[in-house]
């Protein structure tokens, strides 16, 4: 939640984007349209690694991280940019997908980590993403867009001043999701078939993990990602493709074994966080409450709740107002909110000191003079703020607005920031994700029977189902491995 500015990320972005260029691709040979030199691409990508890892939270799997960095290495040194230098991360999100930005940084997130099941599965998801870095194509795709769409990156446009507090409205993260063409989406099937069956692994299995994106039907976006069938093509006809190329590429090396390695991959992820973890924050009857903070507060009814390890934003569905909460930074209380002030380029019009259930509180109001983006009239924000001190770890919370909204809205500002408390009820503070746990199969039969054995509810079969990337009548054999999920939320 902690906040952070991106005008460097944008000073740099409009630097790149300013003389246009051709380079080599280093795929084709052929002649590419890029605006930017290997240096600026790798650049970029360390400008946005930290910025992605503030929003989404890093996973922290010491043995998983390791498995992927040993791969991707490997990989690295036998793909088209053998030079390069490439980093990979896990994030703490439950969306299924993978995705890569420029200069050899690759993203996997937990949700797609617990829907693999197995090594081959991954390295052939890893050796995609790295196919989009080696041909260049989120380059050529960032080098294409007008300097005008990246300054009006996420939607707000009413609140240009309060980009970085918007709920992933990041002008250069709008970039990392632009929509490959069907002819990249292709390349890169094709050289990540070619990079998984070049260190050994079956590369079909990378093919029929497109079942199971289709069986999920994951067309829309979540939390600020899209998902992996909302970028790339339809996965039935990629299904038949990758196929042929994965038979096509083993029968032409020396090879007659191909690692697939279920069991240890299985093993591997026993015990990883699935779905949402409360821990990091969780709603309930609109209010918000913070475990690993030990706080909570309310929001407005019907009002839409983001929440990530940078900030909780809250936002009604008009889009009229914004509620913004996260971490303060000073040596005194009355410090970090002028320090915050003074960032935001706020006029402080009345303040206040103040105790909210015990707590110490600096509020102010403030407004700001600003441009709308799409008109070019000059607009008034108006911004409730209140800083809390709690017990030395200071947070703020922001409610603004348009003057001519902002008193319809104080009400409610003022209703959650007076209910803002530390919270002492252990059954709220105590709660626990849910996990992938991997179970021994006890009898032949079918999945179905085996997911009953283990206590799966009915409801939930044909999750479970999904999760092992297999049909509820697909046979079992006594001592198979299967995934099931653990309930020990609250």
């Given at each position: 939640?902690?906040?952070?500015?991106?005008?460097?990320l944008v000073?740099?972005l409009?630097?790149l984007l300013i003389?246009p260029?051709?380079?080599t691709?280093?795929v084709t040979?052929?002649?590419?349209f890029v605006?930017?030199s290997?240096r600026?691409?790798i650049q970029m990508g360390a400008?946005?690694?930290p910025?992605?890892?503030?929003?989404?939270?890093?996973y922290?799997?010491?043995a998983?991280?390791?498995f992927i960095?040993?791969?991707?290495?490997?990989?690295?040194?036998?793909s088209h940019?053998?030079d390069l230098?490439?980093h990979?991360r896990i994030?703490?999100?439950p969306?299924?997908?993978?995705?890569?930005?420029?200069g050899g940084y690759?993203?996997f997130?937990?949700?797609i980590?617990a829907h693999?099941?197995?090594?081959?599965?991954?390295?052939g998801?890893?050796g995609h993403?790295?196919g989009?870095?080696?041909?260049?194509h989120s380059?050529?795709?960032?080098s294409r867009?007008?300097?005008?769409q990246?300054?009006l990156?996420?939607?707000?446009?009413?609140?240009?001043e309060?980009r970085?507090?918007?709920?992933?409205a990041?002008?250069?993260?709008q970039?990392?999701?632009?929509?490959?063409?069907r002819?990249?989406?292709?390349e890169?099937?094709?050289?990540?078939?070619e990079y998984?069956?070049?260190?050994?692994y079956d590369s079909?299995?990378?093919?029929q993990?497109?079942?199971?994106?289709e069986s999920?039907e994951?067309?829309?976006?979540?939390?600020?990602v899209?998902?992996?069938?909302?970028?790339h093509?339809?996965?039935?006809?990629?299904?038949n493709?990758?196929?042929?190329m994965s038979?096509?590429?083993?029968?032409?090396?020396?090879?007659?074994?191909w690692?697939?390695n279920?069991?240890s991959?299985?093993?591997?992820?026993d015990?990883?966080v699935?779905g949402?973890?409360?821990r990091q924050?969780?709603?309930?009857?609109?209010?918000?409450y913070?475990?690993e903070?030990?706080i909570?507060?309310s929001f407005?009814?019907?009002w839409?709740l983001?929440?990530s390890?940078l900030?909780?934003t809250?936002?009604?569905?008009?889009?009229e107002a914004l509620?913004?909460?996260?971490?303060s930074d000073g040596p005194?209380?009355?410090e970090a909110a002028?320090k915050?002030l003074?960032?935001?380029d706020l006029e402080?019009?009345e303040?206040m000191?103040k105790?909210?259930?015990g707590i110490?509180v600096?509020?102010?109001?403030?407004?700001?003079?600003?441009?709308n983006?799409?008109?070019?009239?000059?607009?008034?924000i108006?911004?409730?703020?209140?800083?809390?001190?709690?017990?030395?770890?200071?947070?703020e919370?922001?409610g603004l607005?348009?003057q001519?909204?902002?008193e319809?809205?104080?009400?409610?500002?003022e209703?959650?920031m007076n209910h803002f408390d530390k919270?002492?009820?252990?059954a709220?503070?105590?709660v626990?994700p849910?996990?992938?746990?991997?179970r021994?199969?006890a009898?032949d039969?079918?999945l179905?029977e085996?997911?009953?054995?283990?206590?799966?509810r009915?409801g939930e079969?044909?999750e479970?189902?999904?999760?092992?990337?297999m049909?509820?009548n697909?046979?079992?054999?006594?001592g198979?491995l299967i995934?099931?999920?653990t309930?020990d939320?609250?």
């Amino acid at each position: 939640m902690k906040a952070f500015r991106i005008e460097k990320l944008v000073i740099l972005l409009t630097v790149l984007l300013i003389l246009p260029s051709c380079a080599t691709n280093p795929v084709t040979g052929k002649r590419q349209f890029v605006m930017m030199s290997e240096r600026q691409e790798i650049q970029m990508g360390a400008e946005y690694d930290p910025q992605i890892i503030g929003v989404f939270g890093e996973y922290e799997h010491e043995a998983l991280l390791a498995f992927i960095e040993e791969k991707g290495t490997e990989m690295g040194k036998i793909s088209h940019r053998p030079d390069l230098e490439y980093h990979f991360r896990i994030l703490d999100t439950p969306v299924v997908n993978a995705f890569a930005v420029p200069g050899g940084y690759i993203y996997f997130t937990r949700g797609i980590l617990a829907h693999f099941n197995s090594e081959a599965e991954l390295i052939g998801v890893l050796g995609h993403e790295m196919g989009h870095i080696t041909a260049r194509h989120s380059v050529s795709r960032q080098s294409r867009q007008q300097l005008a769409q990246l300054l009006l990156a996420g939607g707000m446009i009413a609140f240009e001043e309060f980009r970085e507090y918007g709920a992933y409205a990041m002008a250069g993260m709008q970039l990392l999701f632009l929509k490959y063409s069907r002819d990249d989406e292709r390349e890169s099937d094709a050289l990540g078939v070619e990079y998984a069956t070049k260190i050994g692994y079956d590369s079909e299995k990378f093919a029929q993990f497109f079942s199971l994106l289709e069986s999920m039907e994951l067309a829309s976006e979540q939390a600020g990602v899209p998902t992996l069938l909302s970028t790339h093509p339809n996965p039935g006809d990629r299904f038949n493709t990758v196929t042929r190329m994965s038979r096509e590429w083993k029968d032409s090396l020396d090879r007659t074994e191909w690692k697939v390695n279920r069991e240890s991959y299985l093993e591997m992820i026993d015990g990883m966080v699935y779905g949402e973890d409360p821990r990091q924050g969780y709603v309930e009857e609109n209010t918000f409450y913070h475990p690993e903070e030990e706080i909570y507060f309310s929001f407005p009814s019907g009002w839409k709740l983001e929440n990530s390890p940078l900030q909780v934003t809250v936002s009604p569905e008009d889009g009229e107002a914004l509620m913004i909460f996260t971490f303060s930074d000073g040596p005194t209380l009355e410090e970090a909110a002028r320090k915050t002030l003074r960032r935001l380029d706020l006029e402080v019009e009345e303040e206040m000191e103040k105790s909210v259930n015990g707590i110490p509180v600096f509020a102010t109001h403030s407004t700001q003079i600003s441009q709308n983006q799409q008109t070019g009239e000059e607009q008034t924000i108006s911004v409730l703020s209140y800083f809390y001190d709690v017990s030395g770890t200071y947070y703020e919370f922001h409610g603004l607005s348009l003057q001519q909204h902002f008193e319809s809205y104080l009400p409610r500002f003022e209703e959650s920031m007076n209910h803002f408390d530390k919270l002492t009820d252990r059954a709220r503070i105590d709660v626990s994700p849910q996990r992938i746990r991997i179970r021994e199969v006890a009898r032949d039969g079918t999945l179905a029977e085996a997911l009953r054995h283990f206590g799966v509810r009915e409801g939930e079969l044909q999750e479970y189902a999904f999760l092992n990337n297999m049909g509820l009548n697909d046979r079992v054999e006594a001592g198979d491995l299967i995934k099931t999920v653990t309930d020990d939320t609250r």
